[in-house]
């Protein structure tokens, strides 16, 4: 069983959302307590600090891919979140 995490942290943004100085500190926090031996104890944890849209995209689809059915995969995301008209929640970058 693999145990992989993606951490992804968004502070700086344009159009008009407010930056967010904690998500890069909410990653950090983050990756030491999954990398600590006796607490998180993950094989491979990966961090993005203010991706642009696409390579985010690819972080999440690379990290999904080719698993097995008892990996423990973890996608954490510390950012804004917009919606849509229809009420979809995206991550926004």
Do not use: W
């Not at 995969?73 to 970058?93: R, V």
């Amino acid at each position: 069983m693999a145990k992989v995490a993606l951490l992804i942290g968004v502070s700086e943004y344009e159009l008009g959302l407010t930056s967010l100085p904690a998500a890069e500190r909410d990653v950090q926090s983050m990756q030491r307590v999954l990398q600590h031996p006796e607490i998180g104890n993950f094989d491979e944890v990966k961090t993005l600090i203010n991706p642009q849209t696409q390579e985010m995209a690819k972080a999440i689809e690379t990290l999904f891919d080719g698993r097995q059915r008892d990996d423990l995969i973890l996608l954490f995301f510390s950012g804004h979140g917009i919606k849509d008209e229809s009420g979809k929640l995206y991550f926004s970058t």
